[in-house]
């Protein structure tokens, strides 16, 4: 493909810094992670930041720190990356989706608030939330335990009524910040509002450490127990062989921790970098009428472009319109594939098509185009250029297919 559909986007300084500790003796555990953590921590706000290897497994040492175990329920997104629900099965527990708000993709608050009363009330009304498998009879004998919000392509989730739920119903709140570094809800960075937040930093990534992650958190007392989980479950006074709990290699490298100190440095750049992007992309289809281009809700004061993600009037015209693409040499991507719908999903907990209308009704009609913060201006207009002409031959397509009336 000529254009890719994302590129990292690394200069000379990231170079150097990588070659930096290959120069040096720590290539783990060394300066460069704790300069990193201080880095995020500091963008964010909050006091604390711990680097691991993944976002993944920053959100699982999110669901260990709130205390989620057997049977548990999690609250969270089914329109998202399949991680932001597996890590609640890591621990045995139970991931329930709640549908989300058709405009920004991201989980609606007042279906949280109304799933978490059901749940906690029990019988009948908290099979309305509760996977196929888990209703009647099966009820999980948890309770529900967090929200794990999703803020979804970089857009904040509404934040404030979640947190107010969380609070009356005493829930913690880890958020899967992994598309949204640098957002801002209201003028307060995404990650540092819940007790927990997650970023992270694959290649795909708005900045990038290779593989990497790292989660942040309000919480004093949960700094300690998340450098711990990470590191074998050791504690900062123990040995290097004793282990104080069951922990995990969850460590991220020097080698990735200082090309993260390096593309955090230039992070403004790389969000307004991707800002422009996004904004040749809608100055360019603003008039397309067969595409909705993405929506900004109010709340959001600063967006993180992670993707640029358009959708379509039907869900035919979607998959066609890619395969178009394709023979252009555009790439273009269904983005996302509703998570209760994901084949182990439906088997596991008996998930069926019509459980999350909003959630299915944006996975069938989004497709996400090429974008980095690389992409130039003329690379935009060609990918334009195509999802016009590719809009043509398949409204063309349709209506010579179309049964006659
Ligand atoms: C990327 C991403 C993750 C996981 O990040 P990895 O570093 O690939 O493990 C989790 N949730 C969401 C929403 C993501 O986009």
């Known amino acids: 493909m000529r254009i890719p559909m994302s590129s990292p986007d690394i200069t000379e300084a990231e170079v150097d810094a990588v070659l930096?500790?290959?120069?040096?003796?720590?290539l783990s555990i060394g300066p460069?992670?704790?300069e990193f953590e201080?880095?995020?921590?500091?963008?964010?706000?909050?006091?604390?930041?711990v680097g691991v290897a993944s976002g993944t497994v920053g959100l699982h040492l999110g669901i260990l720190a709130a205390g989620v175990r057997d049977d548990d329920i999690v609250i969270t997104s089914p329109f998202s990356f399949v991680a932001s629900a597996n890590v609640a099965l890591y621990e045995r527990a139970i991931p329930v989706f709640v549908d989300v708000d058709q405009r920004t993709g991201n989980v609606d608050p007042s279906l949280v608030a109304q799933a978490v009363s059901d749940l906690q009330h029990g019988g009948s009304a908290a099979d309305r939330w509760l996977p196929p498998c888990l209703q009647r009879n099966a009820r999980p004998r948890g309770r529900v335990r967090a929200l794990l919000p999703v803020h979804v392509f970089g857009q904040p989730c509404d934040m404030d009524p979640l947190l107010e739920t969380a609070q009356t119903f005493d829930l913690y709140v880890i958020e899967d910040a992994c598309e949204a570094i640098g957002a801002e809800y209201k003028g307060r960075k995404a990650g540092g509002l819940g007790d927990a937040?997650?970023?992270?930093?694959?290649?795909?990534?708005?900045?990038?450490?290779?593989e990497g992650g790292m989660i942040v958190t309000r919480r004093d007392e949960w700094s300690a127990l998340l450098a711990s989980l990470r590191n074998q479950g050791r504690d900062i006074f123990d040995g290097w062989l004793t282990h104080s709990r069951l922990g995990f290699n969850y460590r991220l490298d020097e080698m990735s921790a200082a090309l993260g100190v390096a593309q955090l440095r230039r992070l403004d750049e790389l969000l307004e970098k991707r800002a422009r992007v996004a904004g040749w992309y809608n100055d360019a289809l603003s008039d397309e009428s067969l595409l909705q281009l993405p929506v900004l809700a109010s709340t959001t004061t600063r967006m993180s472009w992670f993707v640029y993600v358009v959708r379509v009037a039907s869900p035919g015209d979607r998959d066609r319109l890619i395969l178009q693409l394709e023979r252009q040499g555009i790439p273009a991507r269904p983005y996302f594939s509703p998570i209760h719908l994901q084949p182990f999903y439906r088997e596991r907990f008996g998930y069926q098509d019509g459980q999350y209308p909003v959630t299915e009704d944006l996975g069938r009609r989004s497709l996400a185009l090429p974008f980095s913060s690389v992409m130039t201006e003329s690379q935009v207009d060609e990918v334009c250029r195509a999802v016009r002409r590719a809009l043509r031959e398949t409204v063309q397509t349709e209506t010579l297919v179309a049964p006659q009336r």
């Open 38 to 49: 201080e880095a995020v921590a500091a963008l964010v706000g909050v006091r604390e930041a």
């Open 20 to 26: 930096d500790v290959l120069r040096g003796t720590h």
């Open 197 to 210: 937040g997650v970023f992270a930093f694959y290649p795909n990534k708005q900045m990038t450490t290779g």
């Open 32 to 34: 460069r992670i704790r």
